[in-house]
């Protein structure tokens, strides 16, 4: 929460010309904050973005009276209703200096040649407070959702839902030797590890749960709740409820709101705990306890758990840790109380200070334990994380792809503190060059750092991409030679197929065509170094890109003939600019790339498929954005005609395969990340098209009869360019504009899944 004050009662100059001002959209005057621990009132104010701010009498009457009336009504009005002598000047400069930069004014549209000054709202920034907030229910759904528990809240329901959690955990304690039923639990869950993933999921839902309890409270109390979202609290993934209207509640009703995520817990749990006692199932024991141990940390006050927020709604104070500092300097022998702690009631302060005293010791001793700690247990966790690897290894090598996929879920549960932590120490650099930046220090200029990131991603661009061809030259150096009879029009496949080191060559092409139509399209740093990441780590992808295949030929000369058209593209739009004389190159260049592409095709007639559909379906598309019937049949019929011509000159070569050099393992990890892809793809309108040409490549290699192993270079190559095209589309539109947030994480965990799974081969 943002506090304001009105510091500034004269103004250093008149403002000249007085346009009516009003409140910015959205914003909405809370009243009182009831039951504070201030010695003066406090006023709420909201603005549209949900930012709650704390303003004085003056200013708040100031920002009631933005309707749109001038200053010296203004004024007059203030004046008689709180006995002072204000003076148009004097709220022109509260308006300007005080209310403006919170956000709350409306912007100006005084002049026809000036739209507006918009100044950026004041936006709080709390210690140790939630990171990389997401939302992901919205607030229409939250009210609905709030609606359908609020019985909850009636007394004879919470009386009765305490009662049985307490009788639940009493027959269990009383049914004896609790320990060993846990450890038998655990014992279950470590053979087992699909029930993991089943608990796992209990404890989300739990947590979930939690969130909905405290939104259901806020409506309950007569707030209107706000979004639901994940976010990153300190090191862990953490999910939020937006329940900042309850400050226009009382002090019962706000404790009832902070209560009830924990209310919600034990009815959970009281579920659970009946489960156990009907079915007998011991697994579920670990995960009762834990989230007993889960509900009991909420109580803790020292940092922002519910335990945070109830201290803080029984001092009557809604920001505690804005109190850390003046708290500290008052206590400094011989120095008067800061004026913070001195606006305090006696008991508000009271207890403030101790929270203070208690509370900073802590945080100092975990965060000083943590920094000896961590480089003892780096060591232990590294050494687990290998441990955990090769059982995941051993599983793979039996053949097992479901137990290595679970397993791979359950490493990456580990590895998200850790991730966290690389997050929260990348913010605290980013604060520290903005406190450099503001100082002065040249290291921290803006312009320096942007230079730095750019060759940053120029270095890491070429890192990733060195690092794809090391691994294809590896694997094909520890391969031994062999030339397949390919059946290819002319002789270079067999003569590129035939030594390993040749066979790197077109690898390299691949990858710097990639980066070449990369740089030409200008698409963004992600949808380049995730999916060359991605092949680099996974080995299946690797060693498609090493076997000599006519396949890889093929899809060389096309990605060649590709990235040669795009460039002729880019000269064309160019020439517009440069005049006339670009055409001839332009021409040499188109010609040139067919060229490139028809030798692709003649290396491997599997291309023809994949070419005559994308050709036919964009003739279709072509046919349906054109104004008249005949043409759209037109093209349609000869889109169609043309993928069945083409189908069938190319039907002997799809019946000629090659001997697949992947594990039926490795085949299937290619063919999820391709099916993944395409249903990404289709999420995004644009590359529907494209999602629907890479579909008939998968069902080329899936089939053993017609493609088998043969199409999985082009599976591979396919999704490669189609994953790329999928991140610059969903880095590139706003973020409202993007696929919901639960559909995005349906997508890329199985994704993040799988591809560790291949990296595992």
Not at 232 to 242: D, G, H, I
Not at 688 to 711: K, Q, S
Request: glycine content about 8%.
């Amino acid at each position: 929460m943002t506090t304001l004050t009105d510091d500034g009662q004269s103004p250093p100059t008149a403002v000249v010309g007085d346009p009516g001002r009003r409140l910015a959209e959205g914003t909405e005057l809370l009243g009182e904050y009831q039951d504070s621990g201030y010695q003066t009132p406090k006023f709420l104010v909201r603005r549209a973005d949900g930012q709650v701010m704390q303003l004085p009498l003056l200013l708040y009457r100031v920002a009631s009276l933005l309707d749109g009336r001038d200053t010296e009504r203004m004024a007059t009005d203030l004046s008689a209703e709180l006995g002072q002598d204000l003076t148009a000047d004097q709220v022109s400069y509260l308006v300007e200096e005080r209310l403006r930069p919170a956000g709350l004014l409306a912007p100006d549209h005084t002049d026809a040649d000036d739209p507006g000054t918009v100044t950026a709202p004041t936006r709080s920034d709390p210690l140790l407070a939630l990171r990389f907030r997401k939302p992901v229910v919205p607030a229409g759904v939250t009210w609905r959702i709030a609606g359908v528990f609020r019985l909850l809240f009636r007394r004879p329901a919470w009386v009765a839902a305490l009662a049985t959690f307490l009788a639940l955990d009493a027959l269990v304690l009383l049914q004896g030797d609790f320990v060993s039923r846990v450890a038998a639990g655990a014992t279950t869950l470590v053979h087992r590890p699909e029930l993991t993933l089943v608990l796992l999921t209990l404890l989300v839902l739990s947590m979930a749960f939690h969130e909905i309890g405290h939104v259901t409270a806020c409506r309950y109390g007569g707030a209107r709740p706000g979004d639901m979202g994940v976010g990153l609290y300190l090191v862990w993934p953490a999910l939020y409820s937006t329940v900042t209207d309850t400050y226009r509640l009382g002090r019962v009703g706000r404790l009832r709101t902070d209560l009830a995520g924990v209310y919600f817990n034990a009815i959970f749990m009281a579920v659970l705990t009946g489960l156990y006692l009907r079915t007998d199932a011991t697994w579920l024991l670990p995960g009762i306890l834990l989230m007993h141990v889960q509900a009991a940390q909420q109580f803790l006050p020292s940092i922002r758990f519910d335990g945070y927020y109830m201290l803080a709604d029984l001092a009557g104070v809604p920001e505690l840790f804005n109190y850390v500092g003046p708290v500290l300097k008052s206590l400094v022998p011989g120095r008067p109380a800061h004026p913070r702690v001195q606006e305090l009631r006696p008991r508000s302060r009271r207890l403030i200070v101790l929270w203070v005293t208690v509370t900073v010791p802590m945080l100092l001793f975990y965060l000083v334990t943590f920094l000896l700690v961590v480089p003892r247990v780096l060591p232990v966790v590294w050494d687990v994380l290998l441990d955990y690897q090769s059982r995941m290894e051993a599983a793979m090598r039996a053949g097992d792809v479901t137990t290595v996929a679970l397993s791979v879920f359950q490493l990456l549960l580990i590895l998200l503190p850790w991730v966290g932590a690389a997050l929260v120490v990348a913010m605290l650099a980013g604060i520290l060059r903005r406190l450099g930046d503001a100082r002065g220090w040249a290291w921290a200029a803006p312009g320096r750092w942007i230079a730095v990131r750019r060759y940053a991603a120029v270095a890491g661009v070429a890192g990733v991409a060195g690092a794809l061809v090391w691994r294809v030259a590896q694997v094909a150096g520890s391969a031994p030679t062999s030339t397949p009879d390919t059946g290819a029009v002319g002789g270079q496949a067999d003569v590129l197929t035939g030594s390993p080191a040749l066979a790197v060559l077109p690898s390299v092409v691949l990858v710097a065509c990639f980066l070449a139509s990369a740089a030409l399209l200008r698409w963004r740093l992600s949808a380049v170094v995730v999916p060359l990441a991605v092949v680099a780590a996974m080995g299946p992808a690797v060693s498609v890109l090493a076997t000599p295949s006519p396949a890889v030929v093929g899809a060389a000369w096309t990605a060649l003939g590709a990235t040669i058209l795009v460039t002729a593209n880019r000269l064309g739009a160019s020439g517009g600019r440069r005049g006339p004389r670009s055409v001839p190159w332009q021409r040499a260049l188109i010609g040139a790339g067919v060229v490139a592409i028809a030798a692709g095709v003649a290396t491997t007639p599997l291309l023809v498929l994949p070419l005559a559909v994308g050709a036919a379906l964009l003739a279709i598309r072509t046919g349906w954005r054109s104004h008249g019937p005949m043409r759209e049949w037109l093209l349609s019929i000869v889109g169609v005609l043309g993928v069945t011509a083409l189908a069938a000159l190319a039907t002997p070569a799809l019946l000629r395969t090659i001997p697949g050099a992947l594990s039926p393992a490795g085949h299937q990890v290619l063919l999820l990340i391709a099916g993944l892809t395409v249903i990404g793809a289709s999420m995004v309108r644009e590359l529907r098209w494209a999602a629907a040409a890479l579909v008939l490549v998968v069902m080329i290699a899936v089939v053993p009869a017609l493609g088998g192993a043969a199409g999985l270079p082009l599976v591979l190559c396919s999704t490669v360019v189609l994953g790329a095209l999928l991140v610059q589309a969903l880095t590139r539109h706003p973020v409202e504009d993007r696929p919901h947030p639960l559909l995005r994480a349906l997508l890329v965990v199985p994704t993040l899944v799988v591809v560790i799974v291949g990296a595992l081969l």
